[in-house]
Every structure is written in C-alpha cells, then in structure tokens.
C-alpha cells in the first residue's frame, strides 16, 4: 500500500469539488501550479489518472470517483476535528472567514463589514468574493450570506429578508434611446445579461416576460460587469434596489413596484457557531444585513 501525503489528498478533495485547478486554488489561498504537482504526485503515487482534463476544468475518472468517497470522508473529519477545537475558544480576538456573491461583497457588506469592525475591533475579517457554493463543513467559510438556502447537513441557515429587484439604465441611456414605456416594453430595449447563468431569464418568465439569451445585447456572468455595463450605458440591467437606488447616475425603469425578490439566508455549521466569535459576528451580521433589507 503506497504511502500517502495528507496534502495531497486535500489538494484532490479541493479539486474535485471544485471543478477546476484555478477555482479551487481561489477557494484555498493556494495555488495552480502546487495543486497541480500535488495531483501529479498523488496521481503518481496510486499508479492511476484521477482527472481528466477539459477545456474548463477537470472531472474524475473512475478511480478518481472512488478515491473521492474515502478522501471526502477523510476531510470532514479533518474539518470537524478543527471546529471542536475552536468551539473552545472563548476569545473574541482572530479571524472570521466570509463568502458572499460578488455583487453583495461588493456593494452591501463594505459598509457592514466596518461598522462591525467598529464594534469588534480585534476581529480579523476574510471576505471571499464569490458566487461558487463554498463548504462550510470543510471550513472554507465560517459564515455563508447566500441567495437561498443552504441545504449541507449540519448547517444551520437563517432567513434575514429580501432583497427588492428593479431594472435600472443610466442617464446616458435614456437621453439616447429613451425609456420604455412600460415594463412590457423592455425586451424592445438593449439588455445586459448573464451568459450562461438563467436567473435573470427564470425571473423574468416569472412576471410572463418570455426572454432567452439572445435577449441580451451584452452577456457575463459576472455581476459586477454586468453592473458596471448597466452604470455605462449600455443597456438596461437588473439589480438589487439598495444597491441601485444609492447611485445617482441611474434611473428606475421598471416602475415603484419590485420586479421579484431575493432571500437572503446566513448560515454557518451548527457547532462553529457555538465559538463565541463567529456567533457574535454571525449575529450582528444578521442584525446590520436586516437593516437593509425588506422583511421575511
């Protein structure tokens, strides 16, 4: 039986949950050129592929497949062997792991974040930026703000309101092309879009506005292009109203009345947040975050 290194294990784990050697060195403040040696090496070790590699990422192999139940387990129990012990620290001093959408991390928690480090100077924060489903049983993030619920075992998730939507446009825009004149109108408008994202498509066919992607003059799906697009001129987007309506520059399109809600859930593993650090910080985000948003 090959000896094998722990690291590189959790290098595979990581990878494969992951999909790709670029998310999961983002996901682990590692990086690809050490993730890939540690598969090599791993790969190596066993006497067999475990990835295969594509144009976008990895998947498993057979073997890669089986490796990663054992390799799972091994890592959870890694991972709650480190939540029991933090869920002795009485603390309030040290670091408080985050993740939160690009377009939340960007313009909501800011100023949440510093009010909170006000109140909790000796509180390090760590904001991961990222719209993927990190792990919080394998301590990616302590705490999660997601646009809907966590479902992982062992995680407990708290509803702390909503997130009004409208469809916004520069200044710039309207001079030039106008603004619809109803909400119905706006599929005669340029649109900015996801790509391959369909949340913008499934909302809109929810209030009977039938649109695919063509539908969209400028596509990513990232949010805070999409955004700053919509803030160029470009076309019409879609975004949360306490993010638009804080920006000058833009104008409501889509009339007084929300085009559709986001939940917003917190959530964290139901022992870490036993730790009287995160419990605070999980508790007042839920507290600042409610401020700003429109009730369950």
């Not at 539908?215 to 955004?227: E, I, L, P, T």
Request: negative net charge.
């Amino acid at each position: 039986m090959p000896q094998i290194d722990w690291s590189h294990l959790h290098s595979f784990v990581a990878v494969a949950e992951h999909g790709s050697l670029s998310a999961a060195a983002r996901a682990h403040h590692s990086s690809q050129p050490t993730l890939s040696r540690h598969i090599a090496l791993l790969e190596q070790s066993l006497g067999a592929r475990l990835f295969s590699r594509t144009k976008t990422g990895v998947t498993l192999t057979e073997k890669g497949r089986a490796l990663l139940v054992h390799a799972g387990e091994m890592a959870d129990a890694a991972a709650r062997l480190s939540i029991l012990s933090d869920g002795g620290d009485g603390a309030m001093a040290g670091a408080v792991r985050i993740t939160a959408s690009q377009i939340v991390a960007t313009y909501l928690l800011p100023e949440v974040l510093t009010e909170l480090h006000l109140l909790y100077p000796e509180v390090e924060i760590e904001l991961v930026a990222s719209d993927d489903t990190n792990n919080l049983l394998r301590r990616e993030a302590d705490i999660a703000v997601r646009m809907y619920r966590p479902t992982q075992g062992d995680v407990i998730a708290k509803h702390i309101g909503n997130l009004d939507m409208g469809a916004y446009a520069s200044h710039d825009y309207i001079a030039r092309r106008g603004a619809p004149q109803g909400f119905e109108d706006i599929l005669d408008h340029d649109l900015v879009g996801y790509d391959r994202n369909t949340m913008i498509i499934d909302g809109m066919g929810a209030i009977g506005l039938q649109a695919d992607r063509a539908s969209f003059k400028f596509r990513s799906d990232d949010q805070v292009v999409c955004w700053q697009m919509v803030r160029a001129g470009f076309g019409i987007g879609f975004n949360q109203n306490v993010i638009a309506q804080a920006d000058a520059d833009l104008v409501c399109v889509s009339g007084p009345d929300p085009v559709g809600q986001l939940p917003v859930w917190l959530a964290a593993h139901s022992e870490l947040r036993q730790t009287p650090r995160i419990r605070k910080v999980y508790d007042e985000l839920g507290r600042m975050l409610g401020k700003k948003l429109s009730p369950v």
